[in-house]
């Protein structure tokens, strides 16, 4: 028997849960959880907060503007620096891309927060 008590089943509260190796069991609805699990719970509901360069909150449907000239791969011109970009989506991209978009004369493409101020 463990000197600290067991927390009750997230599933159905129920009070009578043990423990089988690292798992925690309910015998009454036969849900298995991990503890470790059920103690970050609490806080893990956090939002993703996304900032520009100057840590601004950006949101969906944002216009920024570009504040560094960016090179684009298979393109003679890159993104010249104050390129307007509207309505924007945020996503959780590749590589540090957390910024979709379309921008006029390249198309659809993701950006960095980092390379963008809020408008």
């Not at 503890?35 to 956090?46: I, V």
């Not at 996304?50 to 090179?71: E, P, Q």
């Not at 978009?101 to 198309?107: A, D, M, R, V």
Request: charged share 25%; proline share 6%.
């Amino acid at each position: 028997m463990t000197e600290t008590p067991l927390p009750p089943c997230p599933e159905c509260a129920g009070a009578y849960a043990y423990e089988m190796g690292v798992l925690l069991v309910c015998p009454e609805c036969g849900h298995e959880w991990s503890p470790a699990a059920a103690e970050a719970g609490g806080g893990a509901s956090e939002e993703r907060v996304v900032k520009d360069a100057v840590g601004n909150v950006l949101t969906d449907g944002d216009t920024v503007t570009v504040v560094k000239g960016l090179k684009v791969k298979g393109s003679t011109s890159g993104i010249k620096a104050g390129t307007k970009v509207r309505n924007i989506r945020l996503v959780d991209g590749v590589d540090g891309h957390d910024i979709d978009c379309k921008i006029e004369g390249f198309g659809p493409m993701q950006l960095k927060s980092s390379v963008v101020r809020k408008v």
